[in-house]
């Protein structure tokens, strides 16, 4: 996408050939910063820290992460040092864990001089693929918005989305927004709510900052006031996206994206999830097992913004003292959303649905039982 005129990616191999550029998304919309990568360490603490964040933009970090790795260290402990710490980031968006063993599937019978170019290669494969299917899953969810357009006469199709999916939470072109994106350059008028995101934001810093951009009317919404403004007639479907979603369909998103689903099923809203196959879980039956990512208390009880003056700042917003909770992500059921758009078409959110559009992935339902725990990870 586009920044100030010129086309960015949200992850890219430096001019050197060998270092990795990211946009340090904790500082924006108020700073635009680039941010040079150099080993697994750097990459794992950018991951961690959220300077890069969304489930797609997590695996194609980790996938160049492993290669920055495998140039420090290509012997088999290097390996697997690299890709545990690597691993250990965040636990929900499964693209983490299959970017990291789609480049160790292709590294590991080399001999160790020939590891860090082939990771390099995969990382650069993952990172177009990925745009790839979200082009596709545009065109999969522009047909859903032109339906809608179709019903509202020439008024503007409302649309209701949760967190950042858009290209900064990918490779680009975004999940979520990509059928926005295409619906706008197509001339279909739009309105889009912007859930802020709390506890970091994303809708209104991120996916707000990228609507301005692109010059598509949106609104920031308190996460609480999404209920209301379904209520009020005046959202028309609803497109989230995912960080894993289970064979059976099951979602983990952003935090509050239960809430949105359960008020969208409650009043007949169409809720969708763009998902690419990079996102889908064939090993999980049930959302159950999903681990859920346990952040930092600090990002609740502090909020951090830009003063009158443009510079900086942090400030406490919750009493002193009082204990607080960050589970990052919810699990949406599958019987709350209407379709998966996925890179090969929209599926229902079932086993039957999915494995209707990925045959060679999908095997019998995994089992049930049991309850994934919270996974904390380090501050
Ligand atoms: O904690 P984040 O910002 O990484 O969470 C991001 C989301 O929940 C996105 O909706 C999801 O990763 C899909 S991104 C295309």
Not at 40 to 48: D, G, N, P, R
Not at 81 to 97: D, E, G, Y
Not at 322 to 340: C, H, K, M, Q, Y
Request: aromatic share 4%.
């Amino acid at each position: 996408m586009r920044v100030d005129g010129r086309a960015y990616r949200s992850i890219w191999l430096d001019p050197d050939g060998w270092s990795v550029q990211i946009i340090d998304q904790s500082r924006l919309p108020h700073r635009f910063d680039i941010v040079r990568l150099t080993s697994a360490a750097e990459a794992a603490e950018a991951i961690a820290g959220m300077q890069v964040r969304g489930a797609p933009l997590i695996g194609a970090t980790a996938a160049y992460g492993l290669a920055l790795g495998l140039r420090e260290r290509p012997d088999d402990g290097g390996l697997a040092a690299s890709i545990a710490r690597l691993r250990a980031t965040r636990p929900t968006a499964v693209n983490l864990q299959w970017a990291l063993e789609r480049v160790r599937r292709v590294v590991q019978d080399l001999p160790a001089g020939e590891r860090a170019a082939a990771a390099y290669l995969e990382a650069e494969f993952i990172a177009r693929e990925d745009v790839e299917q979200n082009r596709a899953i545009g065109e999969h969810g522009l047909t859903l918005i032109r339906e809608m357009a179709e019903r509202r006469n020439g008024a503007p199709v409302r649309v209701l989305t949760h967190c950042n999916a858009g290209w900064l939470a990918t490779v680009d072109v975004g999940t979520a927004t990509a059928p926005l994106y295409l619906a706008h350059d197509q001339g279909i008028p739009l309105h889009v709510w912007v859930g802020e995101t709390r506890p970091r934001n994303q809708g209104g810093a991120l996916t707000a900052w990228e609507l301005g951009h692109e010059g598509i009317p949106h609104t920031v919404i308190v996460d609480n006031a999404g209920g209301h403004v379904m209520q009020r007639g005046e959202v028309d479907l609803c497109i989230v996206g995912t960080d894993r979603t289970t064979a059976a369909g099951d979602v983990a998103n952003k935090i509050g994206t239960y809430l949105k689903a359960l008020a969208a099923h409650d009043l007949g809203i169409p809720f969708y999830v763009a998902s690419p196959s990079s996102s889908i879980d064939w090993t999980l039956g049930s959302g159950a097992h999903i681990p859920i990512e346990e952040r930092a208390a600090r990002e609740v009880s502090h909020l951090s913004g830009a003063t009158a003056s443009g510079d900086l700042a942090t400030v406490q917003v919750t009493a002193p003292g009082s204990p607080v909770g960050n589970p990052a992500f919810d699990v949406t059921p599958a019987r709350l959303i209407t379709g998966l758009i996925t890179e090969r078409g929209v599926a229902p959110a079932t086993l039957a649905g999915l494995a209707g559009l990925f045959p060679e992935m999908a095997g019998p339902l995994p089992g049930e039982a049991g309850k994934a725990p919270s996974v904390s990870v380090p501050e």
